[in-house]
């Protein structure tokens, strides 16, 4: 385990996937970017599921994988699941979640680690066409925010896209038909 009960080293802003416990039961599964730093905290636009959740239960399961699809599913769908802890999941950590700051934009939150567990470990690799799907997942999250500028997020997903024909092996390239088909509204031809 590392320092603070994070089963992972955090530096910079780390994109995870987070499930939330809705009242029938069933697990929200989205993306969330934790910051590092003296405490860890995440950011919730706008009223999603997962701010809900976190106020409704005050935790979530905090999940580091590799998979593209989940990741893509987590970051542009409105995924259920029946259990908190998705297959692909290398690690993850039961977090507490305690609101810092609330804007009319965003809520910040402290994520405390209350439990977590390592499932796999593995030797890293550097897909470009991953982390280029990463970035164009981060980006299409953005688009209905009034602070980030439509036509900017869109030449960056389509860069995205570009890397991830070049560079991509199967699952990102399934991944990539996958975000397609969830993103609306946004001209990636």
């Not at 405490?39 to 701010?51: E, F, M």
Request: glycine letters at 8%; one cysteine or more; proline letters at 4%.
């Amino acid at each position: 385990m590392t320092v603070d009960g994070w089963p992972v080293a955090l530096s910079g802003v780390t994109e995870t996937i987070v499930t939330t416990q809705r009242p029938d039961g069933q697990w929200n599964v989205a993306a969330l970017g934790l910051f590092a730093g003296e405490t860890v905290t995440a950011k919730t636009w706008g009223r999603t599921r997962t701010r809900r959740g976190f106020h409704e239960t005050g935790e979530g399961i905090v999940q580091f994988t590799q998979d593209p699809v989940d990741f893509v599913e987590a970051a542009c769908s409105r995924r259920t699941d029946h259990q908190p802890i998705l297959e692909s999941a290398d690690a993850w950590v039961r977090v507490s979640a305690t609101s810092i700051e609330t804007t009319d934009e965003f809520e910040r939150w402290r994520l405390d680690p209350v439990d977590a567990r390592i499932e796999t470990e593995r030797v890293p690799t550097t897909n470009r066409g991953y982390y280029a799907l990463i970035e164009a997942t981060v980006g299409a999250s953005r688009l209905d925010v009034p602070e980030y500028d439509t036509d900017e997020i869109v030449a960056r997903i389509e860069y995205a896209k570009a890397v991830v024909e070049r560079c991509g092996g199967p699952r990102e390239q399934a991944a990539w038909e996958r975000f397609t088909s969830l993103v609306d509204g946004v001209a990636l031809d």
